[in-house]
Nanobody, 127 residues
Framework: QVQLVESGGGLVQAGGSLRLSCGAS????????MGWFRQAPGKEREFAAA????????YAADSVKGRFTVSRDNAKNVVYLQMNSLKPEDTAVYYC????????????????????WGQGTQVTVSS
């Protein structure tokens, strides 16, 4: 069982930056793909970015590409989401998620392929 805990959310002005962290307890991230998703009020949960266990390849949604960067520190058992040039429309609860690394790259953006989820951290971007 993997228990995920996000941190680093908060209130920031448009154009600012935040770095979210996701730590695990119970076991390590070894062997797991890690994803970041977000959910704004009244909207469905959507994919933001993810990083593969095998090869460390990353994938980001078009809406955040060039602004958000996902990375992982396997030694520290932490995954990060660096968010730059934030916009009001980035306001949402951000969740990290984990899934076995043997699942295909093409399904990284599909939330149903993730087995473990954190409780979420609120990011609010003011205009």
């Amino acid at each position: 069982q993997v228990q995920l805990v996000e941190s680093g959310g908060g209130l920031v002005q448009a154009g600012g930056s935040l770095r979210l962290s996701c730590g695990a307890s119970g076991r390590t991230f070894s062997g797991y793909d890690m994803g970041w998703f977000r959910q704004a009020p009244g909207k469905e949960r959507e994919f933001a970015a993810a990083i593969k266990w095998i090869g460390g390849n990353t994938y980001a949604a078009d809406s955040v590409k060039g602004r958000f960067t996902v990375s992982r520190d396997n030694a520290k058992n932490v995954v990060y989401l660096q968010m730059n040039s934030l916009k009001p429309e980035d306001t949402a609860v951000y969740y990290c998620a984990a899934r076995p690394g043997v699942r295909t790259y093409s399904t990284l953006s599909n939330p149903s392929t993730y087995d473990y989820w954190g409780q979420g951290t609120q990011v609010t971007v003011s205009s």
